[in-house]
């Protein structure tokens, strides 16, 4: 039996709506489970690192692989929901999701360097930060950069962490024990305090280390002169709510809000005008 058309249209839609949405029930409830799932499959790669019983790792590889079946199913979802195909296909976020799912896609060949992949698997929360979270809006641009900084540390920290932790292990067990002393590694590095008590001995961790400062040289500076530029523009700015479009700051000087035009009574002060004024806003008039 032949679906009709308009009804796999429709379905369609549904499904990339609910991918997106973050505003109803259910779009936000699949957006933090995925979110949930991406965090509970990186807590796993870091305990498995350490010396756990054999039926615990057992049971932490089952459920990986529980979640990376998820993350199939919801890459398939995506891909047959998506309106361009070929542009969902190199889109950016997808190209991290299929990252993502690539040790599972591959797991029949137990090829090595496909298990580095999964430490990319945290960069899946790069979509939940661009101004808009699954936890709310963020409202003030500085706000938005700021959490994109802590954000850009901790993945450069986590996934360069698991990449040397996965080189150097074999080869220098003493030194990279466990996830925790890559951890410390890569923050004592980044942070040029360099103690020197622990060090890569292959060149591939050595290599990892390199990638791992230019990487935060190139990042970091990037974003807090972005930041300081935000700060900067927003400090000429006074709370001064507008009563009718509800813009909630204005410059110092401004007489009409810069959003619909409407007169502003006093700067500073929410806007607070007689009946007779709030038919219609302020019309020829040279704004700010």
């Given at each position: ?13 549904k ?7 973050i ?10 489970a995925?979110?949930?799932?991406v ?12 010396p756990?019983p ?26 047959w ?20 799912i ?7 060949l ?11 698997r ?38 360069f962490s698991?990449?040397?932790?996965q ?13 925790l002393?890559a ?22 961790g050595?290599l ?6 230019l ?8 974003q ?19 009563s009718?479009?509800g813009?909630?700051t204005?410059d ?17 002060k929410?806007?607070?005008?007689p ?8 019309e ?5």
């Amino acid at each position: 039996m032949t679906v009709p058309a308009y009804i796999v249209r429709y379905l369609q839609q549904k499904v990339r709506f609910y991918f997106e949405d973050i505003e109803t029930p259910l779009g936000k409830a699949i957006n933090l489970a995925i979110t949930g799932l991406v965090l509970l499959s990186s807590a796993i790669f870091v305990a498995e690192t350490y010396p756990i019983p054999a039926s615990v790792r057992t049971a932490l590889g089952v459920c990986n692989n529980v979640i990376l079946l998820i993350f199939t199913i919801e890459y398939g979802l995506r891909f047959w929901s998506a309106e361009n195909k070929l542009r969902f296909v190199f889109n950016l976020y997808s190209l991290i999701d299929l990252i993502a799912i690539l040790p599972f896609l591959f797991t029949a060949l137990d090829i090595r360097f496909i298990r580095i992949f999964r430490w990319f698997r945290i960069l899946r929360l790069i979509r939940f930060f661009e101004g808009r979270t699954i936890f709310g809006y963020l409202t003030r641009q500085d706000s938005a950069i700021f959490a994109r900084i802590l954000f850009s540390i901790f993945t450069i920290i986590f996934i360069f962490s698991g990449l040397i932790y996965q080189v150097e292990h074999p080869n220098n067990s003493e030194d990279f024990a466990t996830f925790l002393d890559a951890i410390y590694f890569s923050v004592a590095t980044m942070t040029t305090v360099g103690f020197g008590d622990i060090t890569p001995v292959s060149e591939t961790g050595r290599l990892l280390t390199v990638l791992m400062i230019l990487t935060g040289i190139a990042v970091i500076p990037w974003q807090l002169g972005e930041l300081i530029r935000q700060l900067v523009k927003t400090s000429s700015l006074v709370e001064t709510v507008c009563s009718n479009c509800g813009w909630p700051t204005h410059d110092i000087d401004a007489k009409y809000c810069k959003i619909c035009g409407w007169k502003l009574s006093q700067v500073g002060k929410s806007c607070e005008l007689p009946p007779s004024e709030m038919s219609s806003p302020t019309e020829g008039v040279d704004l700010n």
